[in-house]
């Protein structure tokens, strides 16, 4: 007891070094000047059909490169997807817990599909393992916390099917998408998963944003807590004034 109050009076943590393995999977809509509905940027980033320097994977605040550079978050090998849709994969874990991200560049004229992804793997569907550091984690409806990055798709197309929950287990979404709960919503709900974050107005998705965001679900914070983490980050970054930057971002329903 004595041992537990005197690391909280320091400030450590114990669940961060928990055991229990948590996975995100995080969906990577490629840029894309041409398949999407979006104001064009310039073409060496727009491409969206080469991860390398597009605006949301290799640029600079595109997530592999932000995620490779961030101290907390150590890359590891994995092995190649099999899709012809996803481009690259990148794995990391957590330096100080039991935490993944296996983050999927898709390719950008295929964001219908990383949407539908989005979808099905919340509603628990589409589970599968991904070999990572000589070991097996469950991404997919296997994952514990299913993000999308990129443009919102459904501003462009409407989808047909729905994305009933499979089971009872709980999951969570992460969408950073220009105003995606407004969109997402009614598909999310039916999948059953729970919304840690999502959006009400236009913004960038870049990455700096969900690393902040990570760091508070790798803690256990709450959703509010969360949400304010993506706030800072985002207003830090942005210079849009921290009550816009609030009011960009919600949790829940």
């Known amino acids: 007891m004595r041992t537990t109050l005197l690391l909280l009076v320091l400030g450590v943590f114990p ?9 995100v999977h995080l969906l990577v809509a490629l840029c894309d000047n041409r398949y999407q509905g ?12 080469e991860p390398r320097n597009n605006l949301y994977w290799g640029a600079g605040y595109g997530v592999r490169t932000h995620f490779d550079r961030a101290a907390e978050w150590v890359r ?9 849709h996803i481009l690259e994969r990148a794995v990391w874990k957590h330096r100080d817990s039991a935490v993944y991200l296996v983050a999927d560049a898709y390719d950008g004229r295929n964001i219908r599909q990383a949407t539908e992804d989005l979808l099905r793997f919340s509603s628990g569907a589409g589970g599968s393992l991904v070999s990572v550091g000589g070991r097996s984690i469950a991404v997919g409806g296997g994952a514990d916390l299913i993000g999308y990055v990129g443009h919102d798709g459904l501003m462009d197309f409407a989808l047909d099917g729905r994305y009933p929950a499979q089971d009872g ?8 998408a220009c105003i995606s709960k407004r969109y ?10 729970s919304p840690l974050l999502w959006t009400t107005g236009l913004m960038a ?27 800072q980050a985002y207003n830090t970054y942005q210079k849009c004034g921290i009550t816009g930057s609030r009011r960009l971002f919600a949790t829940g329903w």
Do not use: D
């Open 38 to 49: 979006i104001v064009k940027v310039p073409a060496g980033i727009g491409n969206g059909q």
């Open 205 to 231: 998705p870049e990455a700096y944003t969900l690393k902040a965001a990570l760091h508070g679900w790798v803690l256990h914070e709450t959703g509010e807590a969360i949400r304010e983490r993506a706030a």
């Open 169 to 176: 287990r709980k999951r969570e979404t992460l969408i950073l």
């Open 15 to 23: 669940s961060i070094a928990e055991a229990k393995e948590r996975v």
């Open 76 to 84: 590891v090998p994995c092995t190649k997807p099999s899709e012809a």
């Open 184 to 193: 997402f919503a009614p598909h999310v709900r039916n999948t059953g998963a």
